[in-house]
RNA sequence: GGGCAGUUAGCUCAGCGGUAGAGCACUGUCCUCACACGACAGGGGUCACAGGUUCGAAUCCUGUACUGCCCACCA
């Protein structure tokens, strides 16, 4: 027997020990048949435990695999982690200072040592949660992104596009994070709007004129000026057009030439030119053969070039420089605008002009822009898909080097011999970092995996490795083709490449979605997924972004310890809207985990009332003659075959939320609170065949909801699918060995839900009718009905009185003797009929009175609007005839229900 | 500046051409022999606003106002 209220700890322990004992979710590769169902799962980095929106992710990917093994398909999911590049480097550092030490300090080898063992406990934990989540992955196949199979594709990629000419080296202006010590690509860049001013500086002219104005936001910059640019139609500066300016403080001539970018309605129309430091004034730089000062370096103080100032921060210089131009500001004025900063450690960005490698990403692009155009890759929801065009319409070369050390290491080698004169005598063999691409800039370099050889130039064999290493959504981006170990030919490349379907959030969508798609088309000439569901962000219930620093985070084990794994993925699948964020608090667990439990009752319920050992072959639909089952056997099992459809349309849309609202919604409110109630009188009762019938419509039906259910709570439905399946019949060791429920008879039936809806419709009536006059529940009521002239509400009421009786907990129910309504009785009407419940001294008629009264005044509004819409002929005439008579229906019924309560009203005095 | 979402019950959200739903919260009755993590009943919304299309609009179209997100070289 089973324990009066679900409890998850030991359902769960025992289930994920048994899927895990048997492998159960290892695929094999096979050499045809049909495709398999195969995702990867986004690794998560390995920075440290997941978090709730890992949940929901995985959570997702989890329901979709159950779904379609259920559904016959071989799936696979395959697991992994990501290296994480500065996102984990930089959590190894935070280490590292707690020590009182910095990375430089600890040498590159070790410092590596150490993000080694670091992964190693990473991955433990990520994976371990995972398996707590309840997820369905096959543990065979785990990858790393940096493991040795993982850089082989990376190699190989970088190698292909690098063949393709599509991997350069330049030195372009890049997004320079100070704090990070590194180069970052365009999208890592978060922007956000910050107060700041603008400052308006007078630049004199060289031949002693008074020049012009400029305005900037950035005054210290101005060490770097190399020029001032002005539009060429603007009149205001024509005659300093080709003079020179004298820049103050550095006592430097600088030009003023004409750009079109310059825009004469902002500032003073006049801006300085910083080519080192400003990506616009780069490119006013090119257009003009302006020489770049680099004024700001790598750490973010102010270098040589910067004269009085070097060594400064750039606050700090800023503020001196301000200070020594003295009179020459004009004015200065508040200005909010928006500063770039970096997506890991958010501080602010400095664009600095240095030596990277870049991926030309335009001709990537356009396939991709192709395969989204042709409908060969579909993003859930349809609109991400217009913003991910969008972006990739727009593309821009993409920075993939990074001067950090956590990474695939760019495999380019430089020879010593060769390259004496232009490798900075700075760069050793082990040491590098910073602005390392300066010291190499010149060399030419061999790509290889490994060390060469001796040099095919000077054969020498004094080699140095680019220092840079990629950036990690490089590797990322083969993630789906690298798992199966692409470049190779796999067997199991073969079987299971192309996945399936990609499952992420969007904040990822370019980042990650979009290079994937790209590297899958150019390396593979595929998409590696035609589909791609795009969930939103876990947030708290005031709509914040879960932080650590808000401390608003809520832990994913926690819950699942607190409330249970299958309580807790509901949660947040009923949530789960396509693209849409999620509000949560851990109160949202209290609902799904009422469900669970009541999910255990009704299981427990349908347990209590089948006999001890199941009958031979169980209790089969099919074995039962259809002329055993009554209304409301029928009736469910159309309501079960509608949610079945249902939930299979939904989650074939991904439309995860909606899939588990109607198997809540079914279990509850149809199975639950109607269809055990109603079998309960037959479960209660002798008659053999009833009983019978009853008992295997709802083994049947929850078995199969159970199985459905699956998916989004694995748990619980294990261990009660366990429990039913000998008396359903089923012969599979677990749910996830089983079929998905398949019912061969069509059940709806018009008729039957008619007859069910009216007795519904009859029952909440009375209920209604004795809740508000306070009759006490147990009281059981004598009552009569009246059928006005519907001789087929008569037969039904008779036919399926036990019903009524039931639950309406009357004592019995016949035919009221005359039209009149009896003495001292009280009145419900419902469906065209009107039920009499006598009541005297029980209940206060004059309540009876208002309340009929009020319900009076609710019909005939309702009537007032039907009827207008039935004498508007252009509704009669143009709208659907079933539109029409539904109108009429609930006219006729609404009629009739005001004349009995008049009546009833009536005869109360 | 451009694009994409959203604006529905106190709260969080579904619904997306036939006249408003769920969960939580609230009120009342009941510990009725599966479940008080329960049952039954109830209160509560001019579906942001203004036009338009339609027999009919929360639902489609146009515009407005807020809110959020994304993109963009706002010196």
């Not at 935070?94 to 590596?112: N, P, S």
């Not at 508040?334 to 990403?361: A, K």
């Not at 192309?498 to 980042?511: K, N």
Request: hydrophobic letters at 40%; aromatic letters at 8%; one cysteine or more.
């Amino acid at each position: 027997m089973l324990e009066k209220a679900y409890a998850p700890r030991s359902v769960e322990a025992k289930w994920a020990a048994l899927w895990k004992a048997k492998k159960s979710f290892h695929a094999e590769a096979k050499d045809g048949g049909e495709r398999p169902y195969v995702i990867v799962i986004p690794p998560p980095n390995v920075t440290g435990a997941l978090h709730i929106g890992h949940a929901l992710n995985n959570m997702l990917q989890d329901v979709l695999i159950r779904y379609h093994r259920l559904h016959g398909r071989v799936t696979c999911w395959v697991p992994g982690t990501d290296h994480g590049g500065i996102a984990t480097q930089s959590v190894m550092e935070k280490q590292l200072r707690a020590e009182k030490l910095t990375r430089h300090q600890v040498g590159r080898e070790k410092f590596l040592e150490r993000m080694q063992q670091w992964t190693r406990d990473c991955k433990s934990t990520i994976l371990g949660q995972l398996a707590r989540l309840g997820c369905a992955l096959d543990l065979d196949r785990e990858a790393f992104t940096m493991d040795e199979p993982r850089a082989r594709a990376v190699y190989k990629a970088f190698e292909d596009l690098w063949g393709k000419g599509l991997i350069k080296r330049g030195e372009r202006m890049v997004n320079w994070c100070v704090r990070c010590g590194t180069a970052l690509s365009d999208i890592e860049v978060e922007y956000e709007e910050r107060k700041g001013k603008l400052w308006h500086m007078r630049y004199p002219g060289s031949d002693g004129s008074e020049g012009l104005v400029v305005a900037t936001t950035r005054p210290e910059t101005m060490l770097g000026d190399t020029a001032v640019a002005v539009n060429p139609r603007d009149g205001r500066y024509a005659k300093l057009v080709g003079k020179t300016l004298t820049l103050p403080l550095m006592d430097r001539n600088i030009p003023v030439v004409a750009d079109d970018s310059v825009d004469f309605a902002f500032g003073t129309g006049a801006v300085k030119v910083t080519p080192a430091h400003d990506p616009n004034d780069f490119e006013i730089s090119q257009r003009h053969q302006l020489p770049s000062i680099k004024v700001i370096g790598p750490d973010g103080r102010m270098s040589a070039a910067a004269g009085p100032y070097a060594g400064l921060s750039r606050e700090a210089a800023r503020d001196k420089v301000v200070e020594d131009l003295g009179a020459r500001i004009e004015k200065i004025e508040d200005h909010p605008h928006s500063v770039g900063t970096c997506y890991r450690c958010n501080q602010v960005i400095e664009p600095l002009l240095s030596w990277q490698w870049f991926v030309s990403m335009k001709p990537l692009a356009e396939p991709a822009i192709k395969a989204l155009d042709e409908g060969r890759f579909k993003l859930f929801p349809e609109s991400k898909g217009i913003e991910y065009r969008n972006w990739l319409v727009g593309i821009k070369d993409w920075c993939i080097s990074r001067q950090i050390w956590w990474g695939h290491r760019i495999p380019v080698w430089y020879c010593m011999g060769c390259n004496k004169d232009v490798i900075g005598a700075g760069t050793t063999k082990e040491e590098s970092g910073g602005f390392s691409l300066h010291q190499v800039a010149g060399a030419k370099g061999v790509i290889s995996l490994e060390r060469p050889g001796n040099c095919a130039a000077c054969r020498g064999d004094d080699w140095i490795q680019d220092p840079d290493v990629l950036d990690t959504w490089f590797s990322s981006g083969l993630w789906p083709l690298a798992v199966f170990g692409w470049p190779d030919e796999t067997k199991d490349l073969k079987y299971f490449y192309p996945t399936q379907v990609l499952v992420t959030g969007y904040e990822i969508i370019y980042l990650w979605v979009a290079r994937m798609q790209m590297m899958g088309l150019e390396l593979r000439g595929e998409v590696p997924f035609p589909h791609a569901l795009i969930h939103g962000i876990v947030r708290d219930k005031a709509g914040k972004k879960m932080s650590k620093s808000l401390g608003n985070v809520i832990d994913p084990l926690v819950m699942m310890d607190k409330h249970g794994t299958d309580a807790f993925r509901f949660s947040l699948a009923v949530q789960a809207h396509l693209g849409r964020d999620i509000p949560f608090a851990e109160d949202s667990i209290t609902g799904p985990r009422n469900f669970a439990n009541k999910v255990w009752n009704s299981t427990r319920f349908v347990l209590m009332n089948l006999p001890e050992t199941p009958p031979e072959g169980g209790y089969p639909l099919d074995k039962l003659s259809h002329c055993c089952l009554e209304l409301a056997d029928k009736w469910i099992l159309a309501e079960y075959q509608a949610t079945l459809a249902e939930v299979r349309k939904r989650v074939e849309a991904y439309e995860i939320a909606q899939a588990a609202d109607a198997l809540y919604t079914f279990l509850w409110d149809k199975f639950c609170d109607w269809y055990v109630e109603l079998a309960k009188i037959r479960l209660a009762g002798i008659d053999g065949e009833g009983k019978e019938a009853a008992r295997a419509v709802m083994v049947q039906v929850l078995t199969g909801t159970l199985q459905m259910l699956h998916p989004f709570m694995p748990y619980i439905t294990e261990e009660l699918f366990e429990a039913l399946k000998p008396f359903a019949g089923i012969n599979a060791d677990s749910v996830l060995d089983s079929k998905a429920p398949a019912l061969e008879f069509d059940w709806a039936d018009p008729e039957t839900s008619a007859r069910m809806k009216a007795l519904m419709e009859m029952v909440v009536a009375i209920r209604t009718t004795r809740s508000e006059l306070n009759v006490p529940p147990k009281l059981k009521l004598k009552a009569f009905f009246q059928n006005g002239h519907d001789e087929g509400k008569k037969a039904l009421i008779q036919e399926r009185s036990d019903y009524i009786l039931h639950l309406a907990r009357l004592e019995s129910l016949a035919p009221a003797a005359d039209a009149n309504r009896p003495a001292g009785s009280v009145t419900a009407v419902a469906a065209g009929c009107t039920f009499y419940l006598p009541l005297e001294g029980v209940v206060d008629f004059q309540k009876e009175r208002a309340r009929l009264e009020k319900e009076l005044v609710d019909i005939e509004k309702q009537l007032a609007g039907i009827q207008t819409r039935l004498s508007n002929l252009d509704f009669v005439k143009r709208a659907p005839a079933e539109e029409v008579r539904k109108a009429q229906a609930q006219r006729d019924d609404l009629s009739a229900k005001k004349v009995r309560i008049r009546e009833t009203l009536a005869s109360l005095g």
